[in-house]
């Protein structure tokens, strides 16, 4: 079956860092996104992997390693701002849909 | 930038209605997709469309159906509302032909079915 995987919630602190998991089984591989949204707000892109390594974007930073069905989320020098949910999804062979993971609620204190 | 615009942001219809949820894009997109998300669970593809009056079913179309009779307006109808259909219903669209091209969504429509 297809499966992905994400912590339901995490809690960091303000200008600290923080890596958010996603594991995945699926039946083919052709990318994966990362996605955030606010509370009552749309899902909005975030980044794209398609190869193994690191794909670095300003304070955000997103991870693939394909033989391991694994990516990962980093987030630097949190702001509150970043209170959201982050959400993991993989492209399978079809070249429209995404299958996506439940996302993980990112909760920033002072 | 890439606009996805829904027709409502909050919805109240009765049991056993005929209610429609619209979406227009502007960015000349093929491929749309509707989508409802509840709480715990992913965003969950009820239906979608690669083209002008094509449609696929997505993994919960049950109850649903869609029309798509121009290209950038892509409609979802409850045939006959039921309480377990209350959700957000989020709209998407994408450009076709491209694996690294993203989804871009709507504000999403809060239906509750009463």
């Known amino acids: 079956g297809q499966n992905i995987d994400q912590p339901t919630e995490m809690t960091a602190t303000e200008g600290a860092i923080v890596q958010i998991n996603c594991t995945y089984q699926?039946?083919?591989?052709?990318?994966l996104f990362w996605y955030q949204q606010h509370a009552g707000e749309a899902p909005t892109f975030l980044s794209y992997?398609?190869l193994d390594g690191l794909e670095e974007k300003g304070r955000f930073s997103s991870f693939l390693s394909r033989s391991k069905g694994y990516s990962y989320l980093l987030l630097k020098e949190l702001q509150m701002k970043d209170s959201a949910s982050y959400l993991c999804?993989?492209?399978?062979?079809?070249?429209?849909?995404?299958?996506w993971g439940a996302g993980t609620k990112l909760i920033i204190k002072p | 930038d890439v606009k996805v615009t829904q027709s409502s942001r909050y919805l109240v219809k009765r049991t056993g209605e005929k209610v429609f949820l619209e979406c227009v894009q502007d960015m000349d997109h093929e491929n749309m997709f509707w989508y409802r998300q509840d709480p715990g669970l992913g965003l969950r593809l009820i239906y979608f469309s690669y083209d002008v009056k094509m449609k696929e079913k997505g993994d919960i179309p049950e109850g649903y159906s869609v029309s798509r009779e121009k290209k950038e307006r892509f409609s979802l109808i409850l045939e006959s509302a039921s309480t377990n259909q209350t959700s957000m219903y989020l709209c998407a669209s994408s450009l076709e032909g491209f694996s690294n091209q993203p989804q871009h969504f709507g504000d999403g429509t809060r239906l509750s079915i009463l």
């Open positions: 992997n398609v």
């Open positions: 999804a993989v492209r399978d062979d079809s070249n429209y849909q995404l299958i």
């Open positions: 699926t039946s083919g591989f052709n990318g």
